[in-house]
């Protein structure tokens, strides 16, 4: 026992070293800095000193618009982006799984190819296709009298679900994929000898048996999105789009650090994005949690029918 | 979790090394601990083209110090970002450039040091009087200016005569030529509005005689509804909704495009635009030539876009090796001559003796050998004295530049950014504790 906690303690130590250096003292000091805002007298030439102003910085930040639009931006985002992302994902695992499927591999590859490219370069790339001047994809949409304009403010959201969609489609499919694989084939079996067709067997079948992987999925997507960043600020820093410094919480923090040199602002809006993603972890987790007890339950109950 | 905390830990690991890097050297950085013959050696950030031939020019020729050079992006892009975190940090370059419109906002956090001591009255005599005025602040001496750059318009010759439009020295003339280049063709444009670049905007306001923030006594007085902006504003506004120029980001492959395929004739710029348009357009060489800006009277007015200087960091322990430098890159004839001689640049030099200089250095045959310095030297003559920047302009560019793409037929316009910037402006110098009116 004395050995087993010995290894333990190695063998976990330089996890809590690393967790502690880079998580834990960050996040500490991210908050100490979220107490104090620099001051400045005259005309603010003599240089700053550091006042601790308390929760100010907090206000400021809840007090701030642009700062509320961006949860805002957020929320429309998680709505149409998640679905979407489920959904297709889960549809092309399921065609992927099913006995249709040709060139399996192929396809596999294929559709995870996009997650391979990094989202500064995917932005980049979708930049192009949405310049009217420059991208085919604009000038076959306007010959076939389709104007759209991805750079609008009613056209920003969508472009950057667009990005979002391609980047992570693949990657969530290759779960759900593996997930599907791992269903014993005899239940499948079973339900074919039972008369049930292909959809039949996708919806009562497959799916009910990777839900917990569509829950997992669901998570990281929702806390992926909340962090929201790489895509929007692309599309704010080389376009002249509708795209704001301030679009999302993440890049809200990051024009008051960089943009504006408000550094005890940005941790403040940094801590409230944090706590905002803690709750909604812990909320998920909870939700997801409970219908899969409910779930096991109901197996249970159908096996002894 | 998030991007900034992972900064945030960065900027701690800077400092952590830092203080390493401090306690290891233990003193031996400084300028008077320096008596030996070891050459100091200075690190210097910037981005202005031409950078890296000047420092290789400099250490070729200088013993006692030697510059190390470290290209990092332009200001807006990044650049002041990277300063402003380096100088948190603790390990920031010894010389840095910035821009003058970013110079008060360096100054007001903390960021520099005076260098009024090392770069005396009797240097800066030698500069033109408003770029020593926009490095002058609170009356300490915070940089060393490098270039002034009056405003200019450049455009295609060849399509201009092909359509028959004459070189507009009014912004009302300049309205009529934009309708001709749009009747003769439909796709093409005289200019274009920049909407991720309030610079260029407000160097308009500038050349119409706005003042934007004008310091008295211990208040700041923020002014963007004056008669000369208002003026400005709607011209701008009338032009977008008029379609008669394009609406494209700066430097963007649209904007470049469009100049490639001569969608775009024109480009309202600064000095430093003859050589970004020589380096981004080779083929179209001859193709072009320079005008002065238009003016409201006809009679030469200019603002200044851009212009860079140079700033000694708050810890740097070599200030006088850094201003040495600065003021060889500035003030110097090999400085300039090494600079221009890259081909790249066609800055404007803030000293006045060294225009010469430049103009010999620079080669003007992409212009079909007009005379652009002396149009530099006459515009640069008129830049009105009597705007200054203020120290958030961070915070007034980024919100203008926000509202700048929100900008839509119909929907909000140029006016409506301006006042964005104002209002956030004015909360951005109270929540500092300072005064404003406005």
Known sequence: MKARTRAATILLTPFFLLFTAVMVVPIGYAVWLSLFTEKQSGLGFGGTETVFTGLDNYTAALGDRAFREGFGVLLGYCLFYIPLLLAGALGL????????????????????????????IAALIWVYLYTPQLSPVVQAMEAGGIGFDFFSPEGALPSIINIALWEWLGYNMVIFYAALQAIDRSVLEAATVD????????????????KASLAMVGLFTVIGSLQLFTEPLILNKGTGSAVTSTWTPNMYAYTAAFDRNDYGLAAAASVLLALTAALLSFAVTRLTGRRKAGTAGTARRERTA | MTRSWSRTSRVIAGTATALAVLTACGGGGDDTANKSNEPVTITFWGWAKGSKDVVDAFNASHTDIQVKFEEIPSGTAGGYAKISNAVKAGNAPDLVSIEYSSLPEFVSSGALQDIGGEFTEADRAKLLPQTVELTTLGGKTWAVPFDAAPQAFFYRKDLFAKYKVEVPTTWDAFRKAAEQVKKADAKARIATFFPDDPTTFEAMAWQAGAQWFKAENDTWKIDTTDAATTKVTAYWQGLLDAGLVHKNASFSPEWTGSLKNGTTIGYLGASWGAGVLKGTLPEQNGKWAVAPMPSWDGKPASGMLGGTSFAVTKDSKRKAAAVTFAE????????VKARIASGTSSAFPAAAALRPVAKKAFDASYYGGQDIYALFEASGASISPNWAWGPTTGTTNTTIKDHFGKIAQGGPGIADAVKAGHDATVAELTKRGLKVEG
Do not use: Y
Not at chain 1, 196 to 208: C, D, L, Q, T, Y
């Open chain 1, 93 to 120: 695992a399921l065609l992927l799984d099913s006995a249709l499927a040709r060139a399996r591999r192929f396809f596999q590859l294929a559709l995870f190819l996009p997650h391979a490219v990094p989202g500064i």
């Open chain 1, 195 to 210: 008369g049930a067709g292909a959809w039949r067997i996708a919806f009562s079948v497959k799916i009910p048996l990777v």
């Open chain 2, 328 to 335: 060889w890159m500035s003030t110097t004839e090999d400085g």
